[in-house]
Nanobody, 126 residues
Framework: QVQLVESGGGLVQAGGSLRLSCAASGRTVTSATMGWFRQVPGKEREFVAA????????NYADSVKGRCTISRDGAKNTVFLQMSSLKAEDTAVYYC???????????????????WGQGTQVTVSS
């Protein structure tokens, strides 16, 4: 059974930084595509970033490109999302997702992912 547990969210001032973590169990992050998505109440879940099984290819939403970096640590079976220059519009619940397929596409469509974490709240105060 695959489980994903996010951590690292919190309250930060605009311009600050946060690093989100997603600890996986039941599947290695080195044999899956991993993604980060976010959602605010009343809106659809939005793609943030993704990384392929070997870490070779990453993909970012235009809204976070240049401010976020996705990475993974195979030894810890954990995926990270480093966020900097945070803006008020980055406020959302951030979800980690896992696609248990070894392909070379860092998918941005949420329906491509089979497993989801419970989410971690990020609040950016302006």
């Amino acid at each position: 059974q695959v489980q994903l547990v996010e951590s690292g969210g919190g309250l930060v001032q605009a311009g600050g930084s946060l690093r989100l973590s997603c600890a996986a169990s039941g599947r290695t992050v080195t044999s899956a595509t991993m993604g980060w998505f976010r959602q605010v109440p009343g809106k659809e879940r939005e793609f943030v970033a993704a990384i392929t099984w070997n870490g070779a290819i990453t993909n970012y939403a235009d809204s976070v490109k240049g401010r976020c970096t996705i990475s993974r640590d195979g030894a810890k079976n954990t995926v990270f999302l480093q966020m900097s220059s945070l803006k008020a519009e980055d406020t959302a619940v951030y979800y980690c997702a896992l696609r248990p397929v070894v392909d070379n596409v860092p998918w941005s469509e949420h329906h491509r992912y089979d497993y989801w974490g419970q989410g971690t709240q990020v609040t950016v105060s302006s």
